[in-house]
């Protein structure tokens, strides 16, 4: 099997062998793909230019075949120059990264996350805050993966979320009524939620979709923590 000149995006690269890399790209039609580019780490000014073309946040065209998981890289070419990241918008793309190495399944094909990734590398170019470009990206990206927060009712009952309730949120079971004196972790107040599901971002919901869209993930995620995680302390 051969693909030819399909969109891509690198997401992780490390390594792999003497000379060569082993690359996660992002593709619309295939997903994930993990395919080597072999003898980009060698000296030659020819290796050297394939190498510079895998950089993350870059526009790319690649083609790649083989009938393993892991595939060989045939060409590689630029679309357009990458995004020019800097600071805390850099480990936010940095992030975002991170977690679709995490989240998608090898070549499954899902144009619509491919395309949501642009729009966010976009926006990350731009002036919104971003902590809103984050939630916004993590909370849709959650209802395409099949794991939406439903905001605004009951998990059980379907009863409305009220403004002036307080609920627990259950990873793959939703929200419930929470009578507690005190807050827990997992316990977030009726009006952000709705706030949120609105996508009405101010500061007390601001602070709440981080802590949800941490916990959420988290539960898909698994035990391991991200790496890029740290680069925001």
Request: charged share 20%; net charge positive.
């Amino acid at each position: 099997m051969r693909v030819e000149l399909q969109p891509a995006y690198v997401l992780h690269t490390r390594h792999y062998r003497d000379t060569s890399m082993l690359v996660d790209f992002f593709t619309p039609q295939y997903g994930r793909v993990s395919a080597v580019a072999k003898g980009v780490r060698a000296v030659s000014k020819t290796a050297k230019q394939k190498r510079s073309l895998l950089q993350s946040f870059k526009p790319l065209l690649i083609s790649w075949g083989g009938k393993s998981d892991l595939k060989s890289l045939f060409h590689i070419e630029a679309q357009a120059a990458s995004y020019a990241l800097q600071g805390e918008r850099l480990f936010s793309a940095m992030y975002i990264n991170e977690l679709l190495t995490r989240l998608l399944q090898a070549e499954e094909e899902n144009d619509e996350i491919f395309y949501l990734y642009q729009q966010v590398l976009i926006q990350l170019n731009l002036h919104d805050p971003v902590d809103i470009i984050l939630r916004r990206f993590e909370l849709t990206l959650l209802n395409i993966l099949g794991y939406g927060l439903q905001l605004e009712s009951v998990a059980d009952s379907g009863e409305a979320i009220a403004p002036d309730g307080c609920y627990q949120y259950f990873p793959e079971r939703g929200f419930s009524p929470y009578h507690g004196a005190q807050p827990l972790k997992n316990s977030f107040n009726g009006a952000d939620l709705l706030a949120i599901a609105v996508a009405d971002f101010q500061p007390a919901a601001r602070a709440a979709a981080k802590r949800l869209c941490r916990q959420a993930l988290g539960f898909y995620l698994g035990s391991k923590p991200l790496k890029s995680r740290e680069l925001f302390l």
